[in-house]
C-alpha cells in the first residue's frame, strides 16, 4: 500500500491572514503593542480551528502532510513600500496597478533603476489573464510573527508528527520580490533565473502519488485558487475526482467572495470534490 496514499495540502495557514481574537496575538517585546495580523480573512481563524481538529480526528488517515508558507521581503512588488504615485507620494494597500498606469506615470517603483523590470513583469502578467497586480499590505514578513503558523494548527500538526512519526513538510513561497507566487506550484510570472519561481515538478510528483489530496487554507480567493487550479493543470496523472476542498476550512479575502463563489463553482464543473472537515 502507498505510504502518501492520503495527503493534506494546507496553503498559507499563517497569522496574518486569520481574523485571529486580541487572546491569540502577542506583545512585541520591542514596543510593548500588540502584534495584529496585517491582511486578516474574515472567518479564517474558525476555518484553522476546524482545521486543527480535522487533523486530530483523522490523523491515522492523513499520510502525509504539505503546509505551505506565504514568504514575504518588506520590499516586494506586491507591497506598499515599492512604490509611490506621481506626486511621489506613498500608495495605499489594496491598489491594483496596471502596465498603462506605469507607463503614464500614475505610479512608479520608486527605485527608478526598476521600471523596466516592473513593465516586463506587468506585461507578462496581463498577458497571463490570471491577476492583475494588487498591491497589498505588507504580509507574511520572513520571521515575523505574521509569518507563523496559526498556533492550532501548528499544535495539531506537532501531535499528528508524534503519532505518524512523520514530518510534516514545509514549502516556502513569495521570497522572490519581482514576481508573486499565489499558487504553492508556481509564480505567476516564473523568473527563469530562479527556481524557486518555477513550476515545482517535486511537489508535483509527491502529490501525484496519493488516492485522495484533502486541500485548506487561506485565501479561497487566491493562494487555495490558484493552487488548485495548478493541480487541476499539472498533476501529471490528472484524476481531479481525488482533490477534495475542505469548504469549511477557507475562506476569500474580503471584496473577493464573487471570486471564491466562482472558483468553486468551476471547480466542482471540473470534478473537483467539496466537503467539510466533520463528513465521514
Request: net charge negative; aromatic share 6%; glycine share 6%.
Amino acid at each position: 500500500m502507498d505510504p502518501d496514499r492520503n495527503q493534506l495540502l494546507i496553503i498559507d495557514a499563517q497569522n496574518d491572514f486569520c481574523d485571529l481574537p486580541p487572546g491569540w496575538c502577542t506583545l512585541d517585546p520591542a514596543t510593548g503593542e500588540r502584534l495584529l495580523p496585517a491582511l486578516p480573512v474574515a472567518g479564517a481563524h474558525a476555518d484553522m480551528l476546524r482545521l486543527a481538529a480535522f487533523i486530530d480526528a483523522r490523523a491515522t488517515d492523513i499520510d502525509a502532510i504539505t503546509l505551505t508558507l506565504d514568504s514575504h521581503h518588506r520590499i516586494d512588488i506586491a507591497h506598499p513600500p515599492f512604490w509611490q504615485d506621481a506626486t511621489g507620494g506613498a500608495v495605499a494597500p489594496f491598489t491594483p496597478i496596471a502596465a498603462a498606469q506605469v507607463r503614464d506615470g500614475s505610479f512608479l517603483p520608486r527605485d527608478p533603476s526598476a521600471l523596466a523590470r516592473v513593465l516586463a513583469y506587468l506585461d507578462a502578467l496581463e498577458a497571463r489573464g490570471r491577476y492583475g497586480l494588487m498591491v497589498w499590505p505588507e504580509h507574511c514578513r520572513i520571521g515575523s510573527w505574521g509569518h507563523l503558523v496559526h498556533a492550532a494548527v501548528r499544535a495539531a500538526c506537532d501531535r499528528w508528527e508524534a503519532r505518524r512519526l512523520r514530518p510534516v513538510q514545509y514549502l516556502f513561497k513569495g521570497d522572490n520580490p519581482w514576481t508573486e507566487h499565489y499558487s504553492a506550484l508556481e509564480a505567476e510570472v516564473p523568473d527563469q533565473q530562479d527556481p524557486a519561481t518555477l513550476l515545482n515538478r517535486d511537489l508535483l510528483a509527491r502529490l501525484d502519488r496519493s488516492q485522495r489530496i484533502w486541500v485548506a487554507g487561506e485565501a479561497s480567493s487566491h493562494c487555495v485558487k490558484a493552487t488548485v487550479e495548478h493541480l487541476l493543470e499539472h498533476l501529471p496523472s490528472g484524476r481531479p475526482g481525488r482533490i477534495e476542498m475542505l469548504s469549511d476550512c477557507m475562506s476569500p479575502v474580503a471584496g473577493f467572495e464573487p471570486q471564491h463563489q466562482a472558483f468553486l463553482a468551476a471547480m466542482a464543473e471540473r470534478g473537483v470534490r467539496q466537503r467539510r472537515s466533520t463528513d465521514t
